[in-house]
């Protein structure tokens, strides 16, 4: 029902920022909680940030508070993901996810991109 693609991702040096987009398509896709994800090599999918429907609840991991911001335009269907300060350790695949639940930070979404790689180098 719900088709996510990502884009943006690219290769930095760490202190670096990069941007990250999502553009949704599907029905009632602009009152889908969402949120992005990242994988590791050799780790699981790790939830990095999220966003409720309306753009009024956000939420972060530890790890990128401070740093990230997540953001949705529903009327472009858009959601978007500002990386700040980036360090190696943030390098991996990005994805965005949906959900009409409300799921957090935990990597169980209905529906997911294909994903887009950073690589923060030293």
């Known amino acids: 029902q719900v088709q996510l693609v990502e884009s943006g991702g690219g290769s930095v040096q760490a202190g670096g920022s990069l941007r990250l987009s999502c553009v949704a398509s599907?029905?009632?896709?602009?009152?889908?909680?969402m949120g992005w994800f990242r994988r590791a090599p050799g780790k699981e999918r790790e939830g990095v940030a999220c966003?409720?429907?309306?753009?009024?609840?956000?939420y972060y991991s530890d790890s990128v508070k401070g740093r990230f911001t997540i953001s949705r335009d529903n009327a472009k269907n858009m959601l978007y993901l500002q990386m700040s300060s980036l360090k190696p350790e943030d390098s991996g695949l990005y994805y965005c996810?949906?959900?009409?639940?409300?799921?957090?930070?935990?990597?169980?979404?209905?529906?997911w991109g294909q994903g887009t790689r950073v690589t923060v180098s030293s």
């Open positions: 599907g029905a009632a896709v602009s009152r889908s909680h």
């Open positions: 966003i409720s429907w309306t753009g009024g609840t956000t």
């Open positions: 996810a949906a959900d009409w639940r409300g799921l957090g930070l935990s990597p169980s979404y209905t529906y």
